[in-house]
């Protein structure tokens, strides 16, 4: 059996690790120790931890924070107006992935 922990640190790096969902290059030991952070920190003392989105994007923030991670730029960006454009600042998906 897996470690309720195990699954979690898991389920951030599919949203956080390399070719992850929102692909900050986070490696697993730093998600366990924003984890950490996160079950230890008096900041978070009265939050439960459920290992669910919230738990999820506590971490982001720690990964963020700690590490100087980077959340990846959106390949679209809503105008105010409404109409979904091509954001500009953002980097061809996974470039060097489809080079391989």
């Known amino acids: 059996m897996i470690h309720p922990q195990h699954e979690f640190i898991d389920y951030v790096f599919d ?7 929102y692909d900050m290059n986070a490696t697993k030991e ?10 230890k920190s008096l900041k978070y003392v009265k939050l439960p931890f459920d290992g669910d989105t919230i738990d999820r994007e506590l971490v982001r923030d720690i990964l963020i924070s700690k590490f100087n991670l980077k959340i990846p ?3 679209l960006k809503m105008l105010a107006d409404g109409r979904i454009v091509k954001n500009p600042l953002y980097k061809e998906f996974r470039q060097s992935y489809r080079a391989s």
């Open 30 to 39: 730093q998600i366990t120790s924003a984890t950490n952070i996160r079950l």
């Open 73 to 75: 730029e959106a390949p």
């Open 15 to 21: 949203f956080y690790g390399k070719d992850g969902i």
